[in-house]
């Protein structure tokens, strides 16, 4: 019971993020009544604190590209032409490390599969 409660505010808000409009436990409620889907009366007010200042159409686009909205608002900086903050060079650090690091072979051991 409490999962179809859940998933009825999320697909609520998702509704109210669609059109534009600002997510309330009132518009949670209203869209619920209207498609006659009964939930703990907690549940929509709960919804609305959780998601009160959350930029959720950045989350939502960003699920799969496997990074945050930090990072991607980081890269974006420098090719606008302005200079970036020191988070910028923690970037470029990580980007060397990453470089630097090459997978460990079969061949360095000594061994393969079939030897």
Do not use: H, R
């Given at each position: 019971?409490?999962?179809?409660?859940e998933?009825?505010?999320?697909?609520?808000?998702?509704?109210?993020?669609?059109d534009?409009?600002a997510?309330?436990?009132?518009?949670?409620?209203?869209?619920?009544k209207a498609?006659?889907?009964?939930?703990?009366?907690?549940?929509p007010g709960?919804?609305?604190k959780?998601l009160?200042?959350?930029?959720?159409?950045?989350?939502?686009?960003?699920?799969?590209?496997?990074?945050?909205?930090?990072?991607?608002?980081?890269?974006?900086?420098?090719?606008?032409g302005?200079?970036?903050?020191?988070?910028?060079?923690?970037?470029?650090?990580?980007?060397?490390?990453?470089?630097?690091?090459?997978?460990e072979?079969?061949?360095d051991?000594?061994?393969?599969?079939f030897?």
């Amino acid at each position: 019971m409490v999962m179809k409660d859940e998933l009825a505010c999320v697909y609520s808000a998702l509704i109210l993020l669609d059109d534009d409009v600002a997510i309330t436990a009132e518009k949670i409620n209203t869209i619920l009544k209207a498609a006659e889907v009964d939930v703990e009366p907690y549940w929509p007010g709960l919804f609305a604190k959780a998601l009160d200042g959350i930029d959720i159409k950045s989350v939502v686009t960003n699920v799969g590209s496997g990074a945050g909205v930090a990072p991607a608002a980081a890269v974006a900086a420098p090719s606008a032409g302005v200079s970036a903050p020191s988070g910028g060079k923690a970037e470029e650090k990580k980007e060397e490390k990453k470089q630097e690091e090459e997978p460990e072979s079969d061949e360095d051991l000594g061994f393969g599969l079939f030897d």
